[in-house]
């Protein structure tokens, strides 16, 4: 299986703050990774697919970069509503794989 | 809009069956591949499985830690995904989710809790 080993796995930050998530694969996965964001006790929503590319409605502020074995997830200046978990999942070999998540904290 | 729908959680004893159901609507079900997510309480997400559309023969993947266990299927005159999970243990308990988890992909359900214990 393709190991997704993401870090932090948490991060404290203020708003206003620049912050950077990231997600290396054990193999590569060429750019075949989404980035999503949970809230307690909602479901997950994907903001970011193939490595780069923003889900419709997404803020600008969050953006993706990567390919092959390294993959980071921006946000460019932190809003109160970013405050939550971020998971990174490879869709590009079977068995699927997420890291392990990043809880996003206020600090 | 895009939506889906998971149903038929519940209680269920080691070793027993049940059938998870998700209905979807707001796009054209059948161009999408469809996955199964579950979350265990406290935990991260995992990835349960897959089944694809028809021009791909509707192939299924699992995790490995569900394979044998857990069957997926669809009906694509009704739009909906299903979840057939057999010789239930108490590591399943977690809530489950359906979306497309590929480049197309979807929005994901609120979930439906299926809970494994005597």
């Known amino acids: 299986d393709i190991q997704m080993t993401q870090s932090p796995s948490s991060l404290s930050a203020s708003v206003g703050d620049r912050v950077t998530i990231t997600c290396r694969a054990s193999q590569g996965i060429r750019n075949d990774l989404g980035w999503y964001q949970q809230k307690p006790g909602k479901a997950p929503e994907r903001l970011i697919y193939?490595?780069?590319t923003l889900e419709s409605g997404v803020p600008s502020r969050f953006s993706g970069s990567g390919s092959g074995t390294e993959f980071t997830l921006t946000i460019s200046s932190l809003q109160p509503g970013d405050f939550a978990t971020y998971y990174c999942l490879q869709y590009n070999t079977y068995p699927f794989t997420f890291g392990q998540g990043t809880k996003l904290e206020i600090k | 809009e895009v939506q889906v729908v998971e149903s038929g959680g519940g209680l269920v004893q080691p070793g027993g069956s049940l059938r998870l159901s998700c209905a979807a609507s707001?796009?054209?079900?059948?161009?999408?591949?469809m996955d199964w997510v579950r979350q265990a309480p406290g935990r991260g997400l995992e990835w349960v499985g897959r089944i694809t559309n028809k021009p791909y023969s509707y192939t299924t993947s699992y995790a490995t830690s569900v394979k044998g266990r857990f069957t997926i299927s669809r009906d694509d005159s009704r739009s909906s995904l299903y979840l057939q999970m057999n010789s239930l243990k108490t590591e399943d308990t977690a809530v489950y989710y359906c979306?497309?988890?590929?480049?197309?992909?979807?929005?994901w359900g609120q979930g439906t809790l299926v809970t494994v214990s005597s």
């Open positions: 979306a497309d988890v590929g480049t197309k992909g979807t929005s």
């Open positions: 707001g796009f054209t079900f059948s161009d999408h591949f």
């Open positions: 193939a490595a780069s």
